[in-house]
């Protein structure tokens, strides 16, 4: 039976990366390690000690880039969590749990009708829910929305950390997308972190075919062993030779050039432009992603295609089981995409994930 | 009981206005009464004697605007018809029909699951249906999906061909909108022919708040009659301006910021762009009107809103009995939105409705 603790240690965020918008100079950012006081639960909170923390891209904009968390620092950041109920509402004592990534108020209009994942008064450890973040030994979180693993058949508790936003948000995504078995899919950005999830989880919910479009050979060959159908290797082809290559493959396949559900992972320019160019009749795009690019289209297309773009936030608590389910089943794969490091190491995995994207998604495990 | 006649009478575009690439000379387009075959009816084809057929924007495009037809001049042009049926399919015979402005082929994998509106063996009067359209005494059609006017409550028959386009595009616009009561709506162009049913339709399936934009002061003012509870002149104002009064208006009415459901009618790039500034959380946006021309947004806004784009096209003839029904129930209003006239003023009509877009639906009647 795990302890209460006297005090939370955890690793800071004390200030970001900043950028003098005069001179250029960059002041590196600071992770720091605190001991910060255990806060007084209130009735319907739950203290969770950490069994492990993933790094997301969204971390490191937080740290690297400029990108404002909501809770101003110092602050600790990740939102990617799972661990043990050490303290806090009777009923959820000892058990594991994953703590969802973001946390809807169920209190708002939004929420009541279904759409909480956007619930504008949302929680999100690590941004929004004040100084506590996943990179800690501990972390006070309302217990409403945890998702209990009941039986994790043998897999450590950290690893499921990454059902909690790499692999919740590709649910979401697929529900938005109306995803049905014999749908045909596109991702963009398959050997991200959240894309690569987003071809196993279209695949693993019934879809024929799923085509990812990315760069790294490496990561594309691993797609393929896991529901990936065909890949296309963007690097130096434009959006016009991907449609090009994208439609010789459907005529030889005898794939229909309708209904295409594209999903855009990279939140980038040019991957946006690869979307808008595959988007056809009756189609879908999905919009992961997140970028502050502006990109040119003739929206009026849309009339004509009948096609949608829809934009994708988060995922509702209530989809966690299901994606958990789908981890224990082996429907998705966890274990070949999971990669475990003391949490320690946190600025050197920081600076090494935002040189180069990992091959796997790194889960932080408290050593303080 | 009406007459199976020898010929069809017809007003042939025997030429679209053509515009010389090089020397920018225009050939004004030609329009000319002509006598054609009755062509041997297929079994499941019916002959209909036209009552009236609506001058729309879109036969406007092919006579002035070089928008190319399907089937090649010369054809006769229109497709919102309301008629009597006089020839083939014995079952219809006598009966008062509307003729859908898209009829699907109904043997194709979109028109199998419910997507029949944008099959792409559609045919369409006056467009794609050989060399016939509604500006004729007669047109042959397949009889599948007629909708028939059991009782038109002493409403000529000719007004129910505003059914055929202008009132069940709106329609169709509100299903893929998922339009549900209580719902909150803006309307970009609702002074149009198409948009004022967007405005009508939409109230009449229970939006809360039915909020028109648009530039014609006196349509404006009749909006307000028909459903519309506030209007924005948009008159010399940008986005940002229009953002702000819808705003203000939001803020003294108690609305809510969030879940606001966009229809732009007008197809142009100022239309789109006050769509895309007034699109904000787990809002929709719903492109109704048709244009080429491009348009600049970040994409990834989508997903921080959680909002869609939706194109819609057409309107799947299933529905036509529903929006038939609206209007004979009075839940929308004819009458004030149609004006008739003979058919053999369709070269001055056409003129007339290309140089300032009428008050009303302009219907025209065969006096051949």
Redesign the interface.
Known sequence: MAKIPDKIQTWQMVQPTTKNKETGEVTPGKLEKKEIAVPELAPDDVLVEVAGCGVCHTDLGYFYDGVPTVSKPPLTLGHEISGTVVAGDEKWIGKEVIIPAVMPCRKC??CKTG?G??C?DQKMPGNSLGLYGGFSSHIPVPSIDLCEVKDRAGIPLSHFAVIADAATTPYQAAVRADLKPGDNVVVIGITGGVGQYVGQITKALGAKTVIGIARNKEKLERALKFGTDFCINSTDKDARAISTEFRSYCKEKGL?N??WKIF?VT?TKTG?EIALTLLG??GKLI???????????????????????????GCLPEYYPIVLDMALNGKINMEEFVETRPMSTIAETFAEAHKVPPMKRIVLEPDF
């Open positions: 209009i939004l759409r994942n956007r504008l229909p309708t209904g855009e939140g946006q009749f009756v919009v992961v992603g997140f970028g502050l690019a502006k990109t040119e289209y003739a929206i009026g297309r849309l009339m004509a295609f009948d096609a949608d773009i829809i934009g994708t936030w």
